[in-house]
């Protein structure tokens, strides 16, 4: 999506920011930033790389904070074990998260991709510091790239990708250690390799993907292969919250002789920008704000750091590129919501109370009760019928629990093939029973029955069955 906000030409549209004239990848050299934006970025990558790091390894009471074990279908949560039996949370979960994520973008842009997606945070905040620490500012690194093969650039080359795959390396395991858990992971990592081919190898292949995102790909990910961005095309309207060039009073563009720096800007007929270039050249997309919202814009605020720190050495007020809307540039209207807005927050919070409401609700224990497959039922001595059951109890708990199962009917009798009352912590325990009824009591082939499953004497799940019997 693009809006020429501008009088500039709009021949940007022609070519894409990462490409040449041939269609080849045109390599991005950045300049870094500081300013008030940049400070708040860093500290907010500091938090969420903390956290990211530390996640897996995080216990509370003896259990990991957060754990995907998509492999063996376990999921922690906050502290909360989600089983296959929870499919409705993660579905409704899902749903609303997405509302969420379209709600946000409608609203704020794409703050979430400049501030908090680990792509961006990685990239700008890790991997292209590192890149500047060993190769030197863009122009030196511009040079670099140019130049032939020297020892220089082979130990500058060197060292640069061998510390993005140890990083790269580092990502992996902290991948991975969500996956299979802390405990599993320094298994892994500790034991004979040759019993461990598969899980080292994901270590490898991880490594390779996360090495290829962020020493090549970079930009492309977020312009090219991430859904979300390209998704923004149709969030964003006027209202929304974006990174934004306030053309009305940057426009007409031009330089600003040394006589026109002492006055104001009333007195001389240009506008703001002093046509620096700073703010395209501080873009880690590659593209220049001044030719309005773009699709690869991904609301960083490099430029608004660069473009302040313009503004304060030529006296003008700050905030020629700022957050506001393209309404707030264009009418000198402040950020109002929108009929979309309203709606979305609407849907967003009755999904969250529907939400709010499951989990809490959420039982501790979920019983599955199977009429066994191929049988029918049993004559036994004493003018009894029976049918055999399967049952499934799933402990979602971290402490071991007692259940006991009521039938509805007083002359019914349940039988366990083996015991089944204490089920372990965070496990799935199989059992069978029998049902039986006196056949006098039978009056229908299917007669519906009733069971109560109760722990420490309350009643945490109902299952309704069935019995089959003889009819006369
Ligand atoms: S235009 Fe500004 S906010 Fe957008 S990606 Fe570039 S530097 Fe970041
Ligand atoms: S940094 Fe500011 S003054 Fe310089 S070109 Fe960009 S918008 Fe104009």
Redo the contacts with the bound molecule.
Sequence with gaps: MSTDLTSSPSSFRDTLPTADTSGGRRWLYPRSTTGRFTRWRTIVAIVLLTILFAGPFVWIDGHPLFLFNVLERRFIFFGVTFWPQDFYLVAFGLITFIVFIALFTVVYGRVWCGWACPQTIFMEMVFRKIEGWIEGNPAARKRLDASSWTTEKIMKKGLKHSVFLLISFAISNTFLAYIIGRDQWITLITDNPAEHVVGLAMILVFTGVFYLVFAWLREVVCNTICPYGRLQGVLLDKNSLIVA?DYVR?EP?GKLNKSELTIAPVMHSKG?????????QVCPMGID??NGTQLECINCTA?VD??DS??TKINRPLG??RMDSQRGIEEGKSFRFSGRILAYSLILTALLGVMGFLLVSRSIIDVTVLRAPGQLFQHELGGNVSNLYLVEVVNKTYRPQTVRFRLNRPDARLRFVQPLSLIPAGTLTKGMFFIDLPEKMIRETSTPLHLDILVNDEVVDQIETTFLGPTK
């Design positions: 060039y940057g563009r703001d920008c002093i046509d620096c270039k700073l703010c395209a704000i001044r430029c660069a473009c313009i503004m020629l590129i």
